[in-house]
């Protein structure tokens, strides 16, 4: 069992930053696989940046050269830095990792932080 907590969502204008944060209760290390998501209202939760054990990341289009996501292992927490923010990027974050024992997946989910981009 892994669990999530994020933090670090609110109000922001356009072109502004924010810096999401995941702590995991589990070392990162023993996780295969970390990603945020995000869902709008009346939308599909959507991937927004993933990133592998091996540290190769992977971004929606929608997002590339304005997000970046790390981890800092010691601190088994993983980061999401959002610049150039637009209001289309007002959603719920969602931080999830994923956990391959023996060929079965486990997914875990963090809570959600709100982010919302408004002038």
């Known amino acids: 069992q892994v669990r999530l907590v994020e933090s670090g969502g609110g109000l922001v204008q356009p072109g502004g930053s924010l810096r999401l944060s995941c702590v995991a209760s589990?070392?990162?290390?023993?996780?295969?696989?970390m990603g945020w998501y995000r869902q709008a209202p009346g939308k599909q939760r959507e991937l927004v940046a993933a990133?592998?054990?091996?540290?190769?990341?992977n971004y929606a289009d929608t997002v590339k050269d304005r997000f970046t996501i790390s981890t800092d292992n010691a601190k088994n927490t993983m980061y999401l830095q959002m610049n150039s923010l637009k209001p289309e990027d007002t959603a719920v974050y969602y931080c999830?990792?994923?956990?391959?024992?023996?060929?079965?997946?486990?997914?875990?989910w963090g809570q959600g932080t709100q982010v919302t981009v408004s002038s």
């Open positions: 999830h990792a994923r956990k391959i024992i023996q060929l079965t997946m486990y997914d875990y």
């Open positions: 589990a070392s990162i290390f023993s996780i295969n696989a």
């Open positions: 990133i592998s054990s091996g540290s190769h990341t």
